[in-house]
């Protein structure tokens, strides 16, 4: 998952559940989600667990997470689904922030300064 950065205002955490044979599996006893970044080597929580709504009937789960701030960098979002027989999986998903404006800017400077781009500010009268 890509998110723009500065603080984007939601970041919509999904989830969908199959049964071992594929099929769409529509029934959980639970399903949660947190979200974590990476500081050394410790974990910190950005988010604690959640519970996630079903989609209507569907084997969808999701929550939409309206964040206070978010800086660039990695997280990661650890989806917890409980079956009714106890039976749990869990996984985890990157969630990359990044800022569009300054990748565009960044990408700007480097074509300007290989020469593969005019800078608007350079004279044109050769």
Known sequence: MLVERPNPSQVALQVTAHNLDGTPKTVLASATVRVYHMSGVSEVEDLASTVLAQIGSSNTWRYVWTPVALPVGQYFAEYALEDSDGATHVDVEGIVIQDFALQVDV??????????????????TD
């Open 107 to 124: 990408e700007l400077i480097r074509k300007v300064e290989t020469g593969h781009e005019r800078s608007r500010y350079s004279d044109t």
